[in-house]
Nanobody, 126 residues
Framework: QVQLVESGGGLVQAGGSLRLSCAAS????????MGWYRQAPGNARELVAA???????NYTDSVKGRFSISRDNAKNTIYLHMRDLKPEDTAVYFC????????????????????WGQGTQVTVSS
């Protein structure tokens, strides 16, 4: 089993920045890719960004150029650096692990795994 604990959410004005953290514990050796998902009220949960163990990354189009995902394998922790936040970024952000990583023409893809964190609320005011 893998446990994921997120932190770093909060309330920020539009244009501001936040950094989310997700620390994994338990059977971390089975973890390859990890990702951040978000879910706004009334919307489906969507992939925001993912990172492989080797550092390959993938971002949804709406956050490219504003969000950056990083990983510290020694700490079993991933981060989501968010800048130039917009009201439409408001959502509960979930960490995910245990998914399947794949590559196609040097593009990295991540399919969600079974392990989820409890979620952290990010609210961006206009």
């Amino acid at each position: 089993q893998v446990q994921l604990v997120e932190s770093g959410g909060g309330l920020v004005q539009a244009g501001g920045s936040l950094r989310l953290s997700c620390a994994a514990s338990g059977s971390t050796s089975r973890i390859s890719g990890m990702g951040w998902y978000r879910q706004a009220p009334g919307n489906a949960r969507e992939l925001v960004a993912a990172v492989s163990r080797s550092g390959s990354t993938n971002y949804t189009d709406s956050v490219k150029g504003r969000f950056s995902i990083s990983r510290d394998n020694a700490k079993n922790t991933i981060y989501l650096h968010m800048r130039d936040l917009k009201p439409e970024d408001t959502a509960v952000y979930f960490c995910n692990a245990g998914g399947i990583s794949s590559y196609n023409q040097n593009n990295y893809y991540y399919a969600k795994g079974d392990y989820w964190g409890q979620g952290t609320q990010v609210t961006v005011s206009s």
